[in-house]
């Protein structure tokens, strides 16, 4: 479980970048732990005793640990900080005062009471990127809990998800934690840019709600622009046909249809090409009119065959399609590709999911397994010169040295 990965030939682009993750749940540690993947130092900092909510979310258990915690926590070390005592408190300040990036969650105000607040610790590390992760934001929404499913709800996505007339539906993941991770990540780095010019920290936020209506794109452009309020279509798009599922002979089958050279491509194959000169059917916005009886005309033709027989002779055809898979048939499938989807065992613990960003020059890395609770911060500690440090420095006692060398600081 805590086996580590030979040290790559390669520093990671953000290799020497040091990360105080005060982050729980999962749009903070998602961010962080691709920042992690990509060479930064993210210290993790838990309560003592229970650790981010998601080490009980289970089940399902792996290796006695929540699979949601290990899903997004690897190549982090865990410090156990109690902030409601002043020593630890103090552990943290010293922590934050070497970083170059801080990570929090927790509801707006709270690390102003503890002393963690921006312009409190600006004073000390005027460099700090310091990045809160909100669910409605820091003024009249600073109340509001900011669960991915009240925000999937009261920002609009189940209104637009599920089965038309029905109860809103929401996404089968977290996805609003995760597209807000995803923002966040690249506040960060365009911070890190700016710090890079100029020399100067600045203060980030990224509420849940915003990052879900940036995300609601096309349908949020329509609302906007046209004053269209969307409505869920199940599986179909607002705004091209046919883009839905259909049922082949054994199992349902997706055409994502986007322009009328594929749609005409179809219709030769499944041997209806007269479709495709139908004047109810020649354009996307007459096939958008008349939804209901192109997908009539359509039904028939691909129930006569699997769905693997379409997928293999459309997309030779250059028509967008394929059957809807469960998650081994998706790991199989990018098995297949060669996209290499997987993190071994071996290198950060079981099931870890690879990065997503192939990168030339500068992979990312698999170093450490997520890490148990509390389980660095003896290692920590020593680095702050509170307790017998280790004989070879790691990453972040490297970089807490060079601020002290700079600063004439005393740790």
């Not at 309560?47 to 997004?72: E, I, K, M, N």
């Not at 030779?316 to 394929?322: F, I, K, L, S, T």
Request: net charge negative.
């Amino acid at each position: 479980m805590h086996a580590q990965q030979p040290e790559a030939a390669t520093a990671g682009a953000l290799s020497g970048i040091v990360v105080a993750d005060f982050g729980r749940v999962l749009a903070g540690p998602y961010m962080t732990m691709l920042l992690a993947d990509l060479g930064a130092e993210v210290v993790k900092i838990e309560r003592p005793g229970s650790g981010d909510d998601t080490r009980a979310w289970g089940p399902p258990f792996a290796d006695g640990q929540a699979t949601y915690f290990l899903g997004v926590n690897r190549n982090k070390r865990s410090v156990a900080l109690d902030l409601a005592d002043p020593a630890d408190l103090e552990t943290a300040r010293a922590i934050v005062d070497r970083a170059d990036v801080l990570v929090e969650n927790f509801r707006p105000g709270t690390m102003d009471r503890l002393g963690l607040g921006y312009e409190k610790v600006r004073a000390t590390n005027p460099g700090l990127v310091y990045c809160s992760v909100t669910g409605f934001g820091s003024a009249e929404g600073a109340a509001l809990p900011g669960y991915d499913l009240l925000v999937q709800a009261m920002g609009g996505l189940m209104s637009v998800t599920g089965e038309p007339g029905g109860p809103g539906t929401k996404a089968g993941v977290a996805l609003v934690d995760v597209i807000t991770g995803l923002h966040a990540g690249m506040g960060v780095l365009a911070a890190l840019r700016h710090r890079e010019r100029t020399g100067e920290g600045q203060r980030l936020e990224v509420s849940l709600l915003g990052s879900l209506l940036s995300a609601l794109t096309n349908q949020a452009a329509a609302h906007l622009a046209a004053g269209v309020v969307p409505r869920a279509l199940g599986n179909r798009h607002p705004s091209i046909t046919p883009y839905e599922v259909f049922e082949a002979s054994d199992r349902p089958l997706v055409l994502a249809v986007g322009n009328d050279r594929q749609f005409r491509a179809l219709c030769a194959r499944t041997g209806s090409p007269g479709l495709a000169d139908d004047p109810r059917f020649a354009t996307n916005t007459a096939r958008v009119a008349h939804r209901e009886e192109l997908a009539a005309a359509l039904a028939g033709p691909l129930a006569e065959r699997t769905a693997d027989a379409w997928f293999e002779d459309l997309t030779a055809a250059g028509v967008p399609c394929g059957p809807i898979n469960d998650l081994a048939d998706a790991f199989a499938l990018a098995d297949r590709l060669g996209l290499s989807p997987r993190v071994p065992a071996a290198a950060a613990g079981p099931g870890q999911v690879a990065h997503p960003i192939a990168f030339g020059a500068t992979p990312a890395a698999y170093r450490s397994a997520p890490p148990r609770l509390g389980e660095h911060t003896a290692e920590v500690l020593a680095e702050l010169g509170l307790s017998t440090g280790r004989d070879r420095p790691s990453p972040v006692r490297r970089k807490m040295n060079a601020t002290q060398s700079r600063e004439g600081a005393q740790p």
